[in-house]
């Protein structure tokens, strides 16, 4: 590696680390003096380690990292110089690969760029409801869900008689009150019952964790109570499903979405490629030789 290296030019980067990459703006005496670091033909410029650290970064942090980024490329040279001398690799095959890949990313920007400009991103209710219905197979649940309320209260916390009767309550104004005082003094709570929730979740670091039998609770219990040393805990269940049963819309609704979506998104680029051909075989951009 001795040959390949300006120790020099590295010695300098290590010792003066960001001051080094900072000296940008003076100027160089010849092209010499822009080189770190050399591989046969390669060169490693010093305008390659501008973006490496910024003026927060220490001296002896921005030499550590100089070092490294200046190793790990003279090593990747190293390998590819090594390896372009071996018979057994087919550069022409390289050269292909490589070609292919350039034209995948250069179609996936154009595709990319092209479905954001063109893409109707609403989807309406019925076409998520039929979806739903046509692949409902798809959508049973792997674990136990529920709708209802919790919350966790310091045992020193007030009005603790209140709050059993309201989150009991189908009252928009118990509602309220339990929504406010919630927000002044649970530790934790989840209130809003339209919502479907994962029953493990919801009562993870709480008593109601170690219950042996989730689907007989559920089945069995519509509000529950329970304590440890510090805390009450609140518990009203106001609907649920057991795992392995389909899960209700609302619960897999913006999922469906994206699926809507992404399949939008694949049918919309093939529609591009296609568009592309078509245009090409109107003004006659290609010949095909048979």
């Known amino acids: 590696m001795n040959k390949f290296l300006s120790y020099g030019l590295l010695l300098g980067i290590l010792l003066y680390g960001c001051d ?18 050399s591989v046969g033909s390669k060169m490693l410029y010093r305008t390659d380690l501008l973006n490496l650290v910024n003026e927060q970064t220490s001296q002896a942090d921005s030499a550590t990292i100089v070092s490294q980024f200046v190793t790990d490329w003279v090593k990747k040279e190293l390998l590819i110089q090594e390896a372009s001398q071996l ?7 390289i050269e292909q690969k490589i ?4 034209f995948s990313l250069m179609s996936y920007e154009y595709q990319k760029q092209r479905i954001r400009q063109l893409l109707d991103t609403v989807i309406s209710d019925k076409e998520i409801k039929t979806y739903y219905e046509v692949n409902k197979e798809n959508f049973f649940l792997r674990q136990n869900i529920l709708r209802g309320r919790f919350i966790k209260l310091s045992k020193e916390a007030p009005k603790k008689e209140s709050v059993k009767r309201w989150i009991k309550s189908s ?6 009150e339990l929504r406010d005082y919630a927000f002044q003094f649970a530790n ?3 209130i809003e019952d339209s919502t479907w929730l994962r029953f493990n979740d919801l009562i993870k670091s709480s008593p109601f964790s170690t219950i042996t039998n989730q689907i007989q609770f559920l089945r069995t219990t519509s509000y529950k109570e329970e304590s440890d040393s510090l805390y009450l805990y609140l518990l009203k269940i106001n609907e649920f499903k057991i795992s392995e049963q389909p899960s209700p819309l609302s619960y897999v609704k913006e999922g469906i979405r994206n699926i809507l979506l992404n399949k939008r998104k694949v049918q ?3 529609e591009i490629e296609n568009e592309v051909f078509r245009k090409a075989k109107e003004n006659e951009d290609y010949k095909i030789y048979r």
Not at 171 to 176: K, S
Request: glycine share 2%; proline share 5%; aromatic share 8%.
């Open 20 to 37: 080094f990459i900072n000296s940008e703006n003076k100027a160089n005496d010849g092209p010499s003096d822009n080189v770190v670091a």
């Open 87 to 93: 018979r057994s690799i087919n550069q022409a095959e």
């Open 99 to 102: 070609a292919d890949y350039r």
């Open 171 to 176: 009252r928009p104004q118990d509602l309220a």
């Open 188 to 190: 934790n709570y989840s």
């Open 268 to 270: 919309l680029a093939k």
